[in-house]
């Protein structure tokens, strides 16, 4: 093999590291690229919620109520069962 030979080679083996490199590299930016649309779709899902209208945002409005309801109702719960109790 002379050494014009060898250049090829090697220069044809660079195009090809070079093909490979360039071609992971496009793959992992389309996955970058499709997690951000997934996780952009899940927050316009919930949108609706945000409103208050749909299903869920009857299931938020009521989620609230609880929260607030048990933020009212455990301080007094706990004075009374641990400092009134005796």
Wanted: aromatic residues 10%; glycine residues 10%.
């Amino acid at each position: 093999m002379t050494m014009q030979d060898r250049q090829i080679a090697e220069r044809e083996r660079q195009a090809q590291v070079y093909e490979r490199a360039m071609a992971q590299r496009e793959a992992a930016q389309r996955k970058r690229t499709a997690s951000g649309h997934a996780i952009m779709a899940g927050v316009y899902t919930l949108y609706p919620a945000s409103q208050g209208k749909g299903a869920m945002g009857r299931v938020v409005a009521w989620a609230q109520v609880g929260c607030v309801a048990f933020a009212g109702f455990a301080p007094n719960y706990l004075v009374w069962r641990l400092l009134l109790s005796g």
